[in-house]
């Protein structure tokens, strides 16, 4: 590493911690001289009792996030130049804000592609990135708390010093945590032998979360309270979360099996072989714990399928210590090199072991992010229940296999859970399968909509619902038929704890919220 804390990286003593803690920022030495990084943070040390914390800084500092943050989000598809944009550094300054503030949404990494986290004519947005940081472990009940800015590049960093892992992320290092369960964001799950998900969205690690309501008091909601099912997956509709505190597993690592080709049609052998691939799905995913199938719906090829088992924690990440994998699935070839051109040109490790932190998402090395964070394209997806997955990847391929402008397509899966808003949880399915889309950023917005609308459509009889965090052409009426009495009973939560819609917007009212 060319980064140092101060003059080396070691224990701190409990004074040391406070004081720190109390700074919230770290000066790095690097070899580009001094910078500021948002994040120091404490990796802890289980040993012979004993908890210590190791100090330690972020080598990428804040690349997190990208340098037009203040205007739009990535993609630059959602703008808010004129708005005012606030960036409180105490939590006091926080709840002042909030409480004389007539509307108040809050902006994450911006990594979102739909107007939600837009603001309202007459509000202001606020950033939690300069507010203190916190990453809190307790051992004994196996959960992490981390302030609002944390993203998850940020936290499996820390966690990859400890014998921690959280179970699930998603496929882009760079997103905030509460931004993420928000917007039931999610990461991929395989089946077991009985056909049923195995794995749910990153709002199921949610344990509590606290959350300044509109008159800028705190209120704690923890996995079991009432209200509990509306709070995680909100919109941001309920208040501003400050603190989120998500449960841990013991660290694992990945066995990765990789088949087909990419980009489409590099090898010969996997061309013709599209409608194959997609009626092999559902058999290809049982007992594996995770998948993502990467295909272009334009072209007549398998794509690249990937499948992941979750096996006890190895050190060597350079060979298979359980078994080799099949040389082929299918027919399709065992993918074993580096792949150059993944999508926005970046590097992607295909069949191989390695660490939860590395493994579970596409863009992480030695658990520091790397990766798509240009503005290439615009993404729309959409679930169904799994039961119906042979049906709409077989819609999915009439609709878009003419399309042009489309960059890749990622198949994976959800496990229901308990969240009223979350879209991938059906009443009579275990989960749901998500097909997503990204489609080239010079389209506009207003295309891509139109390309939503089309497979929204398609797949109308088998009850789709798209995406929070993406672009959808829904309206008042296509939610209220996907979510019912759910939609109903998150109206009823939202109206209690913020009855004079502070934290909406006029997508939100349009919508969501109750006339």
Not at 147 to 163: I, P, Q, R, V
Request: glycine fraction near 8%; hydrophobic fraction near 35%.
């Amino acid at each position: 590493m060319d980064w140092i804390l101060d003059s080396d990286t070691r224990v701190l003593t409990d004074e040391e911690r406070l004081e720190k803690i109390a700074k919230s920022m770290v000066i790095a030495r690097g070899n580009k001289g001094l910078r500021h990084v948002g994040f120091f943070n404490i990796a802890e040390n289980i040993c012979r009792g004993r908890r210590s914390y190791t100090a330690y800084v972020y080598p990428w500092g804040e690349q997190d996030r990208h340098d037009s943050w203040e205007s739009s989000n990535w993609s630059g598809n959602q703008r808010w130049i004129g708005t005012e944009v606030l960036s409180p550094s105490s939590l006091i300054e926080l709840q002042e804000i909030v409480s004389t503030k007539h509307k108040v949404r809050a902006i994450g990494s911006t990594h979102s592609f739909s107007p939600l986290f837009q603001d309202s004519k007459d509000g202001i947005l606020v950033s939690l990135r300069k507010m203190p940081r916190r990453l809190d472990i307790n051992a004994a009940n196996y959960t992490i708390t981390v302030d609002a800015g944390t993203t998850y590049s940020e936290l499996c960093y820390a966690l990859s010093k400890t014998a921690f892992a959280i179970p699930m992320t998603a496929s882009l290092p760079q997103f905030g945590i509460v931004g993420g369960v928000a917007t039931a964001t999610h990461g991929s799950s395989g089946m077991d032998k009985a056909g049923n998900l195995k794995t749910g969205g990153l709002a199921t690690a949610v344990v509590a979360m606290d959350i300044v309501g509109p008159d800028g008091e705190i209120r704690r909601v923890s996995r079991g309270d009432e209200g509990f099912e509306a709070s995680v997956v909100s919109l941001g509709c309920v208040g501003i979360v400050v603190s989120v505190t998500l449960s841990l597993v013991d660290r694992f690592s990945v066995r990765q099996r990789v088949y087909g080709s990419w980009p489409p049609g590099d090898d010969e052998r996997c061309n013709g072989q599209l409608t194959s691939m997609l009626e092999f799905l559902p058999e290809a995913i049982q007992d594996c714990d995770a998948f993502s199938l990467f295909i272009d719906f334009s072209q007549d090829s398998s794509g690249m399928l990937v499948l992941k088992d979750f096996v006890p924690w190895e050190e060597n990440d350079n060979c298979f210590s359980l078994q080799s994998p099949a040389t082929s699935l299918n027919g399709l070839p065992l993918m074993t090199e580096p792949i150059t051109s993944f999508l926005e040109g970046s590097t992607y490790e295909t069949t191989g072991l390695g660490p939860w932190y590395d493994k579970l998402g596409c863009w992480t090395k030695d658990a520091i992010p790397f990766g798509p964070q240009e503005d290439a394209e615009l993404q729309f997806e959409h679930f169904v229940p799994i039961e119906h997955v042979a049906e709409a990847l077989e819609r999915t391929k009439i609709v878009s296999e003419h399309w042009k402008n489309i960059l890749y397509s990622e198949i994976r899966a959800v496990r229901s859970d308990n969240q009223l808003l979350s879209p991938y949880s059906f009443a009579s399915s275990s989960g749901g399968l998500g097909i997503s889309h990204g489609l080239r950023g010079e389209l506009g917005e207003a295309r891509v909509v139109e390309a939503a609308a089309v497979i929204e459509e398609g797949l109308e009889d088998l009850g789709p619902r798209p995406h929070w965090g993406k672009l959808s052409a829904f309206k008042r009426s296509d939610f209220e038929r996907a979510y019912g009495e759910k939609l109903v009973r998150f109206q009823e939560h939202r109206r209690i704890v913020d009855p004079n819609r502070k934290f909406t917007n006029s997508w939100i009212e349009e919508n969501i919220l109750e006339l």
